[in-house]
């Protein structure tokens, strides 16, 4: 169990649609990282978060946002869902000046 | 997105053997971090490497940050059944993002 924590950790829903993955981070980390695992592929990086405000950003198409609240729990929104956004949405957490991060669960999203 | 190349795809291995898989770039890295993911599952850091020639070692696995900085090593030893999964690297190039780079992923196949 790396203590970060992804919910839910299925979602099935239709094109148009929008939904909403949450994620804690480990006890004390103030980083978080949203990374996107389409099948039998790599995990693609698409934004990173340190204490509330934007640090990175990936390969995040507009119709996604994700924001880091005081709590330091994440949340990514996905919108105008479409077919292609099926895929295994990966929360990451790390602290401090550690550069490794840990992996949560994931939520594996389908889109009909 | 942009990825690493890693090598081999993929490798079937007789339970008991040695297995050796490497991550390279044409670009210069910091920090290298080792990843096993089993599906549908996230991915588990092994080993983190933090200098270029470093050889880092975590019970059967041994992972290396090459001297030129543009790749790393991932060997195995003495494989065992629950060694199968897939095995990710990831390089981080600016410090500052904490933006990773994963690699395409080595999947194991462990015969028993």
């Known amino acids: 169990d790396s203590g970060v924590t992804q919910t839910p950790k299925h979602l099935i829903t239709a094109t148009g649609q929008r939904v909403t993955l949450r994620c804690s981070p480990r006890?004390?980390?103030?980083?978080v990282y949203w990374y996107q695992q389409s099948l039998d592929q790599g995990l693609q990086f698409l934004i990173q978060?340190?204490?509330?405000?934007?640090?990175a950003k990936g390969n995040i198409l507009e119709r996604f946002s994700a924001q880091q609240f005081p709590d330091l729990h994440s949340e990514l929104n996905l919108s105008s869902l479409e077919l292609g956004d099926s895929a295994l949405y990966f929360c990451?957490?790390?602290?401090?000046?550690?550069?490794?991060?840990?992996f949560g669960p994931g939520t594996r999203l389908t889109v009909l | 997105g942009q990825q690493l190349n890693q090598s081999p795809q993929s490798m079937f291995i007789q339970e008991g053997e040695d297995v050796s898989m490497n991550c390279t770039s044409s670009s210069i890295f910091n920090t290298w971090l080792w990843y096993k993911q089993d599906p549908g599952e996230g991915p588990v850091l092994l080993i983190a490497?933090?200098?270029?020639?470093e050889l880092t070692s975590n019970g059967r696995l041994t992972a290396q940050f090459g001297i030129t900085r543009k790749d790393s090593f991932l060997n195995i030893s003495a494989s065992i059944p629950s060694d199968v999964g897939i095995y990710f690297c990831a390089g981080l190039k600016d410090a500052g993002t904490y933006k990773y780079i994963f690699g395409t992923g080595t999947r194991l196949k462990v015969l028993a």
């Open positions: 490497l933090y200098k270029a020639g």
């Open positions: 978060y340190y204490n509330g405000e934007e640090r």
């Open positions: 006890s004390g980390d103030l980083s």
């Open positions: 990451a957490s790390s602290g401090g000046g550690i550069h490794e991060q840990f």
